[in-house]
């Protein structure tokens, strides 16, 4: 309890010095509270009027049934939410490991301090008001008291914990890691789209049946914490991924370096990408992204093209979105010595030019895969797709990439990319744009426009590349002294 008492102190002394929430000011608080209740509000009621929805649109059905059956869905949404957005709590605990603190009780406390966020209020709203209609009426009070304590401890504890231990298999065993979160999709999505659909049939078990629904989360959440305390220990030892590159890893430096233009700049950046936790990180999560989403776009084109085509315009970008905003501010160590040799702006502009392109390539090979359910004229869009991501988003990406100022942690693996620029809100419209033209071009039926718009722009931008090199270069140029005076002032002492 030492341990908690004192993070809990430093937590709260913290986040009263964070300018950036507005604290200082009553009409910042003022702000963000009412942006609390505007969020929570109509999220509540919803919850406490799903039973009369889900009788008005399946009458045949039992409501209790239907929220027992779906209430396991939402342990992955509020995983997904906390891994997004929550950074993990082992990357906090080093400063503390010199103190006369128990380490178990250390990470009991950052794991039990990473409950105490937004995504648990959020559940909390979710689960209680639905709970107080529909269960507790429908059960005995201890029934309904196992089912509400199993509720929460899944949707908040086991949700929480398996975001953090996610971040850190991630860290430590990426490939693996990512591979076997792509097969848990794929049969997920097997599952519900194809097979018995045994995920909520779990679920519907789970919680018509209280107390076992109960074991079955303390055993679940039990183990969940066990295996994360393990793997924050493990954290503070050793990182892991220090050690030299593998032969196989060299021989892959070396035909980068002898095979793509300005392969020497694009094979050093890809080796601090394999280095840094959070670009590691972030880039691995553009490729789950591409998985998860391809898969829900082939299991939705044989009804709805036009989602379809919506998921792949979104999210066929892969790593390069995230890597993009920040793949000039690895650390003021990398940045010093990248401008002190002797590399031309312009070298450097199309080294960077050909690793995001590379961030594109996987989303942009499986863009085939779609071609035998699409007719011509929605294939035209694919091909708009491709040519915008590489024309249009990926330079725009290096023009803004050297405005953001801050150095990344090479530590840390939250995925989440702050852009508080106007310039770095600006490129959303362009990742929006394949969004918004599938939409147009399935509401007016104009495919071939849509498509020859984007494909349009993009080819556009490609021929004008030689021009528009020299243009990034200079602005990097440029930038390069206001870029390292920031990466100084904010790097981690």
């Keep these: ?14 986040w009263l010095r964070d ?8 009409a910042g608080q003022v702000v963000l509270l009412g942006f609390l209740l505007v969020l929570l509000a109509p999220l509540g009621l919803g919850s406490y009027v799903l039973g009369e929805v889900l009788r008005e649109l399946y009458p045949e059905a039992s409501a209790l049934s239907l929220i027992n059956g779906g209430m396991l869905y939402l342990v992955p949404v509020f995983m997904a939410s906390r891994f997004l957005t929550q950074p993990p709590p082992s990357e906090h605990v080093a400063p503390y490991v010199s103190l006369p603190i128990s380490g178990t ?3 009991n406390g950052q794991a039990a301090l990473s409950l105490l966020s937004l995504h648990t209020v959020f559940a909390v709203v979710l689960v209680g008001p639905v709970w107080a209609r529909e269960i507790a009426t429908a059960w005995t009070p201890v029934g309904a008291g196992a089912w509400l304590v199993a509720a929460l401890l899944l949707t908040i504890v086991l949700a929480s914990h398996g975001a953090n231990l996610l971040h850190l298999l991630l860290g430590r065993r990426p490939w693996g890691t990512a591979g076997a979160l792509a097969g848990i999709a794929l049969f997920f999505a097997a ?8 995920f909520r049939g779990f679920s519907r078990v789970l919680f018509g049946r ?23 220990r493990a ?18 430096y070396r035909w980068v370096e002898r095979t793509l233009p300005a392969g020497r700049l694009v094979a050093l950046t890809l080796r601090q990408v394999a280095r840094t936790r959070r670009l590691r990180g972030v880039g691995l999560h553009g490729l789950a992204l591409v998985i998860v989403w391809y898969g829900a776009a082939l299991g939705g084109v044989f009804g709805d ?32 010595g990248l401008f002190a040799r002797p590399h031309a702006p312009r070298r450097i502009v199309k080294a960077t030019l050909v690793l995001l392109w590379l961030g594109i ?42 405005r953001l100022r801050k150095p990344v942690d090479t530590s840390a693996s939250a995925f989440t990319i702050s852009v508080r620029t106007l310039h770095g809100i600006a490129v959303y419209p362009l990742w929006f744009a394949p969004m918004i033209a599938a939409a147009v071009a399935d509401a007016a039926g104009v495919w071939w426009s849509a498509g020859a718009v984007l494909g349009g722009a993009g080819l556009i931008g490609l021929l004008a590349l030689p021009w528009t090199t020299g243009m990034l270069a200079r602005q990097l140029a440029s930038h390069r002294h206001a870029m390292l005076a920031g990466f100084r002032e904010n790097e981690p002492v």
């Design 361 to 402: 390539l996987p989303g942009t090979l499986l863009l085939p895969v779609f071609l035998p359910w699409l007719s011509p004229a929605q294939s035209s869009l694919l091909l708009g797709f491709a040519l915008w991501w590489s024309g249009i988003v990926v330079p725009a990406l290096v023009y803004v990439a050297p």
């Design 1 to 14: 309890m030492r341990a908690i008492r004192i993070l809990l102190r430093h937590r709260v002394t913290r």
């Design 191 to 198: 599952d519900a789209m194809l097979g018995p659909d045994l």
């Design 210 to 232: 209280p107390a076992l629904g109960l074991a079955v989360a303390v055993g679940i959440v039990g183990g969940t914490h066990a295996a994360l305390l393990r793997a924050m």
């Design 105 to 107: 009780g250390l990470l």
């Design 19 to 26: 300018p950036t929430w507005g604290t200082g000011t009553v």
């Design 305 to 336: 093209v036009a989602r379809s085509l919506f998921f792949i315009g979104s999210f066929g970008v892969g790593p390069t979105l995230g890597l993009g905003f920040i793949v000039f501010g690895i650390s003021a160590g990398h940045a010093d």
């Design 235 to 252: 954290r503070l030892e050793v990182d892991g991924r220090t050690g030299s590159p593998s032969r196989r890893g060299y021989g892959f």
